[in-house]
């Protein structure tokens, strides 16, 4: 079965320094990939997607950045944390058709102090 | 633009009761439906996924409806217990475009033992 593993589960950042947070799917290969962020009384809001090795694209602009290094491999990062960067951070998979099943990992919570 | 809206966003009610909760979407041209739960701290969970040409899935006490002409689908929960209160989320994926789900705020649910 496929499983997907999400760390750290909590950070406390100062702000200006770097974040590395990483995602990666056991059991399925070439998956769609998918970081969101949950801001505290906020709905889910897509930051990155990647189809394949990578090919990264962006939805928003913003403070950080993502790379996917290998085939179930995807990390989020970024240079200099800004307190707007906090928040609740989920990696998420799909099978490699685009219409597939969602499924999440239990998530990053990023506090920036 | 694609909008998802799910009412209400807060339900309590007495365990054993069924209840609906509801979402709606503004652009009825989706490849499908999900629906998820949230418990607090966590990921989400998948619950069901409908195509866009299905009416509606079962699995266990939980049945989603899709009436994609209205842009409507209902989560109905039979006779509920304490274990199911969480978050539900809808989301809906577009016909074009990037293909990345679109989600609603959520319901919360909490139910009295």
């Known amino acids: 079965s496929q499983t997907i593993h999400q760390w750290p589960a909590t950070l406390v950042q100062p702000v200006g320094s770097p974040l590395s947070l990483e995602c990666t799917v056991e059991?399925?290969?070439?998956?769609?990939l998918y970081w969101y962020r949950q801001a505290a009384g906020r709905g889910l809001q897509l930051l990155f997607y990647?189809?394949?090795?990578?090919?990264i694209s962006s939805e928003v602009p913003q403070n950080l950045s993502a790379s996917r290094p290998q085939d179930r491999q995807f990390i989020l990062s970024s240079k200099k944390l800004l307190l707007s960067d906090s928040g609740f951070y989920l990696c998420?998979?799909?099978?490699?058709?685009?219409?597939?099943?969602?499924?999440f990992g239990e998530g990053s919570r990023l506090t920036v102090l | 633009k694609q909008e998802v809206t799910q009412i209400p966003a807060a339900l309590s009610v007495p365990e054993g009761e069924n209840l609906v909760l509801n979402c709606s979407f503004t652009d009825s041209a989706i490849y499908n439906l999900q629906w998820f739960r949230q418990d607090p701290g966590k990921g989400l969970t998948s619950l069901l996924l409908i195509q866009s040409s299905q009416r509606e899935q079962t699995s266990g006490r939980l049945n989603a409806s899709l009436d994609k002409s209205s842009g409507r689908s209902t989560l109905y929960i039979a006779a509920s217990q304490p274990g199911d209160s969480a978050t539900y989320l809808c989301a809906v994926r577009p016909v074009t475009g990037r293909r990345a789900l679109t989600f609603g705020s959520g319901t919360r649910l909490q139910v009295q033992p």
């Open positions: 998420a998979w799909s099978g490699g058709e685009a219409t597939g099943e969602l499924f």
């Open positions: 059991g399925t290969s070439n998956p769609n």
């Open positions: 990647s189809v394949g090795i990578g090919q």
